[in-house]
């Protein structure tokens, strides 16, 4: 699976060899079925030259040990680099043959990736940030037996190449040793650290008989649990291939759709429970594909998120939703939702208060909407921000409440104005009692916090009924309205402002 240091060989003298590698390419290394590696040999290209006195230049494979151990080096070597960085696996490119070429029993790759490393790296400085990775390959070493191999592959990225192995409960139950193991506390220069990882696992000869196929096919099974959530082990599946190719076609797609016009923003109307008047609109992002159609949000946004167009994206959408809501006859708040990307990327507030500028929007009727994964990401972080954008004026809500890892503290923290009660609960509140009860607990929590609460996804007039019963404050739903284009609501809007001064 994953880990830290790597095996120390003995260094080689170099013999004469074919021609030097290309810098960034690689060679494919063919594993025998029944025996060891092919021989593969490529010059180092930022070797120096073969006169040099031995000892005068270190290949990476033969530096000291602390290195190996995990202690990064200043630019951290990728698996793009090529030939010039090690293998993990070289010597033992064929981890299911054995001696004299003797079969021995499938073997598998894993890559545990770490979670949550940015935000210590970022917080507590880069030395920490490599103290975790040390200590990180020590209790990955420490899981690993004596014929496994353990090193890091590049950033925060660990590879295990796990032999012997009786069949894939062996690669699950070191997946899950790992997961347990990853998760226990970290001591970093006396701060408490807790991270967890994510692990992709490919099985030799089934998801590969090549080092790089088994590398590329545990790396997309880590996307793919990376994509299910934290915490999540992925074993390789053909299909996964498939879903990887589309989504590099979406990314190639959504890369031109802002050029091309492609882009529309909604507004969705949040009426108040007991009078059902219009309180608010919230922001909602609609793609027209040409030839896809209509992309669904919960199709893009992640790929956006990503890849790093959520960034441009979301300025644009916020932009565009000011823009919209200052020319609106009446004085309504504009509710728009923030990534937890635009938050790491940093000058948000600045970000936010040049908008404002631009479109005149008074900064009391803008209010920006988080999920709770940002509080877990960064909280400090994102304490730090959402201050500064309080300090501006504007109304800050916590969207899909009660889906993630709802905390008291959090509402504490942090300098919310609203509560924001998820669909699934409110959708669930006429036949489930469990979901009545969790949705009064968090009205009755929320108001003895003076805070406002919506409830999300409200579509029948039994669900309206319950949530005024509990002094709901706000509701949101196809019962109350649809989403529409920014220029239709306007016109809507200002025929309403017509009608009231005639």
């Given amino acids: 699976m994953a880990g830290g240091a790597g095996r120390i060989r003995p260094r080689r003298r170099r013999r004469r060899g074919p021609a030097p590698a290309r810098p960034g390419g690689r060679r494919r290394r063919p594993l025998r079925r029944a025996g060891a590696a092919q021989r593969h040999r490529a010059r ?122 009786a069949g894939p409960g062996d690669a699950a139950a070191l997946a899950e040793r790992i997961m347990v193991e990853i998760a226990l506390p970290y001591d970093i220069d006396g701060h408490a650290v807790s991270i967890d990882t994510s692990i992709g696992i490919a099985i030799f000869p089934h998801d590969g008989d090549t080092v790089e196929a088994l590398l590329k096919n545990a790396d997309t099974a880590l996307y793919r649990a990376k994509e299910a959530g934290r915490g999540v082990t992925c074993f390789f599946e053909a299909e996964m291939e498939v879903r990887l190719r589309e989504r590099g076609l979406l990314e190639h797609d959504l890369r031109g759709a802002m050029a091309k016009g492609e882009f529309e923003i909604n507004f969705q109307p949040l009426h108040a429970c007991g009078t059902r008047d219009v309180t608010a609109f919230e922001t909602l992002l609609r793609w027209h594909h040409p030839v896809r159609g209509d992309v669904s949000p919960a199709e893009f946004i992640p790929v956006a998120e990503e890849c790093g167009l959520i960034v ?110 998820d669909k699934s609960f409110t959708q669930a509140i006429e036949l489930d009692p469990g979901a009545r009860a969790i949705v009064d607990a968090i009205l009755a929590m929320g108001h003895s916090l003076n805070l406002r609460v919506t409830a999300e996804g ?45």
Wanted: with cysteine; proline share 9%.
């Fill in 312 to 421: 441009p994206l979301g300025q644009w959408v916020l932009e565009q939703a000011c823009a919209a809501a200052a020319a609106w006859p009446q004085p309504y708040t504009v509710a728009v939702n923030l990534s937890p990307v635009q938050f790491r990327r940093g000058g948000l507030p600045a970000q936010v208060a040049e908008v404002l500028a631009r479109t005149g929007l008074a900064a009391s009727r803008l209010e920006l909407e988080v999920t709770e994964g940002l509080l877990i990401e960064d909280a400090e972080g994102a304490l730090a921000t959402m201050q500064a954008l309080k300090a501006l004026g504007v109304r800050l809500a916590l969207d899909d409440f009660g889906t993630g890892y709802s905390s008291l503290s959090y509402l504490r923290r942090f300098p919310f104005d609203k509560l924001k009660i």
């Fill in 44 to 165: 180092d290209p930022h070797a120096p030259p073969r006169g040099r006195r031995p000892g005068q230049h270190l290949h990476r494979r033969h530096r000291p040990p602390a290195r190996a151990a995990g202690d990064p080096p200043p630019r951290p070597p990728r698996r793009a680099d090529g030939p010039r960085q090690p293998h993990p696996a070289r010597g033992a490119a064929d981890p299911g043959a054995g001696r004299g070429g003797a079969r021995r029993r499938p073997a598998r790759r894993a890559l545990p990736d770490l979670n949550r490393f940015k935000p210590v790296n970022d917080t507590l400085g880069h030395a920490a940030g490599d103290e975790l990775l040390r200590q990180t390959a020590r209790r990955l070493h420490g899981l690993a037996r004596a014929s496994d191999i353990v090193a890091r592959v590049g950033g925060d990225e660990f590879v295990v190449v796990q032999t012997m192995m």
């Fill in 458 to 502: 409200v579509e029948t007039e039994a669900q309206l009924a319950f949530l005024r019963t509990l002094d709901c404050d706000e509701a949101q739903g196809f019962l109350l309205g649809r989403p529409v284009p920014a220029d239709q609501l306007h016109r809507r809007l200002d025929a309403e402002a017509r009608l009231e001064r005639a």
